[in-house]
């Protein structure tokens, strides 16, 4: 079995985890068994797995050890759960509230999650602190949560299917209050197995998933959950690294590593990993030379369906002046670059209209968001500029719009650039590391500028906005270009890799 591991599916699912289910698409038509590993508890997974389209075909730590024996929703479980918790003898129950009473003390309040279905369970005591939290993923009580008096966690228990403890997170306090894991113990196949940290845990669990299956092969695509677990297995097995973004912290081959590929070195010369994978040829040639390998393979996270390459989009439904960019509100993307050339040209261009797709990003509590948000409105700009925040499908949005630009520091893939071109969507994206310029055919399917200069950039658009017959041959030429990642093709990279490494399975 191929694994392919990750942190965890969201409903705002992340490129990597779609490029993952694209992954599983190929191995299929190749005959490969292949599944998703997830080492992060998540309490969408029934709803993202229906989303993807992966029922039965994810593997995750928590579940395969807890066995819970989930509970498709009905109007009345929960609801009758819910009444037997807060029916117990000497309080009153406040049906609006979901709480029970004990005179004038809150002592137990359900919460629900957006489905109308329980989320978590408070237990308190009578001074009014919170004891106990129960935890339920789909109408099963799935782990628990316990409390000191400064509200830290001391304990956090995971359920079998009988109700009984399976996995235990032992903490104590830290600086600033906050909780420390000390310890996880584990009862697992007649024994109990005690843990210092996480990643000794995933070990374990990792390592059962190949006693469980001799042919295993591991392909992380989140290194941050993968690496340290990796070093401490007892296995040694094909393991391999894929990039999804660029291994620098500036995207040059000779810039600084990201923290997470400070040892991708040493592990590939203890064998800890077997090899690397990027989406690009550029990428992947200047992996191999920075990390000293050989097996540095280049293969693309993702591919147009043959459908959608021949499909007609007529020109026409486009509509003149609509930019649009399909980026996460994070500091990498850029996106001043293009708010603030927007708002110049809409001086010159009133019909300019841009429209953002993606996310806000958490990262720094929210900081890059909010300055973007906080430039449109200063710039009294909100009219033409706008966030449209996650869409799962932007077929319409490709197939309308005049033209998508990519301004960010780098990328790993550009994969909104693609897809872009695939629905014959004119792009103009700064020629950075990596992806533009295997995407775009310059001056024919889009157009490739210096990266970060916003002059270019501001030049270029205002030509594509005065010059409606260029963008029609840009997008006439759009799905040609992008033609080279159908799914033949990349299934064929797929199964050269598979060769090489002398992993396909029979």
């Given amino acids: 079995m191929n694994y392919f591991i990750t942190s965890r599916q969201d409903l705002l699912t992340s490129a990597i985890e779609l490029a ?81 009473y004990a005179g004038d003390k809150k002592r137990v309040q359900v919460v629900y999650n957006d489905q109308r279905r329980i989320y978590y369970i408070d237990y308190l005591d009578r001074f009014g602190f919170l004891d106990q939290r129960d935890f339920y993923d789909c109408g099963c009580r799935s782990h628990s949560e316990f409390y000191e008096d400064r509200g830290r966690v001391v304990t956090r228990q995971y359920y079998d299917g009988q109700g009984n403890p399976k996995l235990i997170y032992y903490y104590r306090g830290g600086d600033n209050n906050q909780p420390v894991l000390t310890m996880i113990r584990l009862a697992d196949r007649g024994q109990v197995v005690s843990f210092d940290t996480e990643d000794d845990l995933r070990a374990y669990f990792l390592d059962q998933l190949v006693e ?61 990993l077997r090899g690397l994978i990027s989406a690009t040829q550029q990428e992947t040639t200047e992996a191999g030379k920075r990390f000293d390998t050989a097996a540095s393979y280049g293969i693309p996270v993702t591919y147009l369906d043959q459908g959608l390459l021949l499909k007609h989009i007529p020109f026409e439904q486009r509509k003149r002046g609509q ?14 670059h293009l708010i603030n050339t927007v708002i110049t040209l809409h001086e010159k261009f009133p019909v300019v209209d841009l429209k953002i797709y993606g996310f806000d990003d958490s990262w720094n509590n929210y900081a890059t968001s909010t300055h973007l948000k906080r430039l449109v409105k200063d710039k009294q700009a909100g009219d033409y500029i ?65 990266a970060g200069d916003m002059h270019a950039l501001y030049v270029t658009l205002a030509e594509l906005l005065q010059n409606h017959d260029l963008l029609r041959q840009y997008s006439a030429h759009a799905q040609e270009a992008a033609a080279k990642y159908s799914f033949e093709n990349v299934r064929k990279r797929w199964a050269d890799f598979l060769k090489k490494e002398r992993l396909y399975q029979e």
Wanted: hydrophobic share 40%; glycine share 6%; proline share 4%.
């Fill in 20 to 100: 993952q289910v694209k992954r599983l698409r190929i191995f299929d038509s190749l005959h490969q068994p292949a599944t998703i590993v997830t080492l992060a508890y998540n309490f969408a997974h029934r709803e993202v797995e229906k989303k993807l389209d992966v029922g039965g075909r994810v593997i995750n730590l928590f579940q395969y050890f807890q066995k819970l024996p989930y509970r498709v929703f009905d109007a009345r479980s929960d609801g009758q759960l819910a009444q037997l918790i807060l029916h117990q003898s000497g309080f009153v129950v406040h049906e609006a509230e979901h709480a029970a």
């Fill in 212 to 272: 469980d299956d001799p042919h295993a092969c591991f392909i992380s695509d989140r290194s941050d959950y993968t690496f340290k677990a990796f070093k401490k297995m007892k296995y040694l097995i094909p393991r391999y690294q894929v990039f999804h973004s660029a291994f620098t912290e500036n995207g040059q081959p000779d810039g600084k590593l990201f923290t997470v590929y400070d040892g991708i070195k040493e592990m590939l010369d203890k064998k800890f």
């Fill in 323 to 336: 930019i649009i960019a399909v980026a996460r509100l994070t500091n990498v993307k850029r996106l001043d």
């Fill in 386 to 450: 706008h966030f449209c925040g996650y869409e799962h499908d932007l077929t319409a949005v490709y197939e309308t719009a005049a033209v998508e630009v990519l301004t960010s520091s780098y990328e790993g893939f550009a994969m909104a650039l693609l897809e872009a071109q695939g629905h014959g969507c004119p792009a103009v994206s700064y020629d950075i590391n990596y992806g533009p310029a295997e995407i775009i055919k310059d001056g024919e399917s889009g157009r490739l500028l210096p």
